[in-house]
């Protein structure tokens, strides 16, 4: 029978749309959450955070929301490039040096 | 350059055989963890170690030992008890600032392949 978990959720997008990859956390104390990227063959790379505290936080290109109501986050890649091609994780902390990170999204950006 | 290097980076180990995974970091970090990816999976927690000499099992330890006898090294050995070793190896490192609130930094990791 297939495998549970070999294929993750994918998102195909053209160069210069913008992506949204979302993240559903299941600890409602959770209050630390953080955005990785990690490209084929290679760890994982811090792209943004936020606290609970706060709905909202914009770096370069890229902008995560988080909805407390309802245990979700996004992370949202203004005019993607091919560059940006890559598995993206989200993660949760919640008052502890541990996190929890979710399965991961596959951004694949077609030029 | 400050960072955390993996070595070797990739590993290939006969079954029945103990390996060991190197990680080093100089970024003068108390904490470190040990992570396994697999195909398709997100990272799941092998062990971690918040301050030399002490560290802790996560939530697949089984089949697997460490060491902290010095902040800047956390190796991790795969021994013979761990029934499917074949993974991507992850090393990670992160102050432990308060609140607890600090992203993780991670190694190139290490492929290890059982023969």
């Known amino acids: 029978g297939e495998s549970v978990g070999l294929h993750l959720p994918t998102l195909s997008v053209q160069e210069g749309d913008n992506s949204i990859i979302n993240c559903a956390y299941s600890?409602?104390?959770?209050?630390?959450f953080i955005w990785y990227k990690q490209e084929s063959g290679k760890g994982p790379q811090f792209i943004i955070d936020?606290?609970?505290?706060?709905d909202k936080r914009q770096g370069q290109r890229v902008t995560v929301l988080l909805n407390k109501t309802v245990k979700h986050l996004s992370l949202q890649i203004a005019a993607t490039q091919p560059g940006d091609s890559a598995v993206y994780f989200c993660?949760?902390?919640?008052?502890?040096?541990?996190?929890?990170f979710g399965r991961g999204t596959s951004l694949i950006v077609h030029p | 350059d400050g960072g955390i290097t993996q070595s070797p980076k990739y590993l290939f180990r006969k079954e029945g055989q103990n390996v060991t995974l190197s990680c080093e970091q100089n970024?003068?970090?108390?904490?470190m963890y040990w992570y396994r990816q697999d195909p398709g999976q997100g990272l799941r927690l092998i062990y971690y170690?918040?301050?030399?000499?002490?560290?802790q099992k996560g939530d697949i330890a089984e089949g697997y030992s460490v060491s902290r006898e010095k902040k800047e090294s956390f190796p991790l050995t795969v021994t013979s008890a761990q029934k499917n070793p074949t993974a991507f190896y992850l090393c990670?490192?992160?102050?432990?600032?308060?609140?607890?609130?600090?992203?993780?930094?991670f190694g190139p990791g290490t492929r290890l392949t059982v023969l």
């Open positions: 993660a949760e902390q919640s008052g502890s040096y541990i996190p929890t």
């Open positions: 990670a490192s992160s102050p432990r600032d308060l609140p607890p609130n600090n992203e993780q930094f």
């Open positions: 600890n409602s104390a959770s209050d630390y």
């Open positions: 170690s918040q301050i030399v000499n002490d560290f």
């Open positions: 936020i606290r609970s505290n706060m």
């Open positions: 970024l003068n970090h108390d904490a």
